[in-house]
């Protein structure tokens, strides 16, 4: 098996919201796998013609997923900050018509919470393991990611690294990348967060819900996001779960890695 280790700089920080909230919401605390898959269609969709309804991301999906055994997120160091920013917002597209008078302009905004998790110059991490030799293609996009979340949440990647994969027997070891919550028995210093592994692509405004399961986030004794995790090998669930190492980074998988959901 092949890695391929993508390095890059937060410009400050980044929104991924969270599904089917309504003028604000909170955002993941990190970039989910359906963020990172968007992040990474980018640059295959730059000259892609919409046909049937379907999305460009789509697409990409099911012509290149199988490439992919597994992807996921870190930070070098414990540097993102879950916010709220408030944020003044028109409202008088969702007012009854009797209701948007020019009297009553002034209650045609009002206040809302967005979620940002805020890590200015912040070093990340996207971890991608392959099942093939289609390296050219994985490490080319890589190189083209721009932002991950919102169109605002900007990027710049300074690095993209292609390695061996292979297993790892050591009984200690560190890893900076979220992991699935059935692969530890020990979640001390990490944040269980439920996040979308898989969509459902429509090109619509009406809200669609994907597939989601639990993953293990580190994070530092105070409220920072990231860094690098201390993990005792009893502490994996060896049943389901496996260990990899890539140059000097761990990661643990569930054995069957994104056939899982896919």
Request: glycine share 8%; aromatic share 12%.
């Amino acid at each position: 098996m092949k890695g391929i280790l993508i390095s890059g700089i937060h410009h400050w920080g980044f929104s991924v919201r969270v599904p089917r909230t309504s003028a604000g919401g909170d955002s993941y605390i990190v970039p989910p796998i359906t963020t990172i898959l968007g992040a990474l269609s980018r640059g295959y969709c730059v000259d892609y013609a919409v046909k049937n309804n379907v999305s460009c991301t789509e697409n990409f999906i099911k012509e290149y997923l199988h490439d992919l055994f597994w992807l996921t997120y870190g930070t070098e160091e414990p540097s993102l900050m879950p916010y709220s920013d408030l944020l003044r917002e028109e409202r008088v597209p969702y007012r009854q018509s009797k209701y948007r008078k020019i009297e009553s302009s002034g209650e045609w905004f009002g206040v809302s919470a967005f979620g940002k998790v805020y890590g200015a110059n912040a070093v990340f991490k996207i971890l991608l393991i392959l099942n093939t030799d289609n390296i050219g293609l994985w490490s080319k996009v890589g190189w083209q990611v721009t932002s991950l979340g919102s169109k605002e949440s900007l990027v710049s990647i300074t690095n993209v690294n292609v390695a061996d994969v292979s297993e790892a027997d050591e009984e200690e070891f560190s890893t900076i990348f979220y992991t699935p919550d059935e692969c530890l028995r020990n979640k001390d210093n990490f944040e269980v967060v439920d996040m979308p592994v898989k969509n459902v692509y429509t090109l619509s405004s009406k809200p669609t819900l994907g597939t989601f399961s639990k993953f293990l986030v580190p994070k530092s004794k105070l409220i920072l996001i990231g860094g690098k995790i201390r993990v005792r090998r009893v502490n994996v669930n060896k049943d389901i779960c496996t260990v990899f190492k890539i140059l000097d980074n761990y990661v643990v998988t569930f054995k069957e890695g994104l056939k899982k959901w896919y």
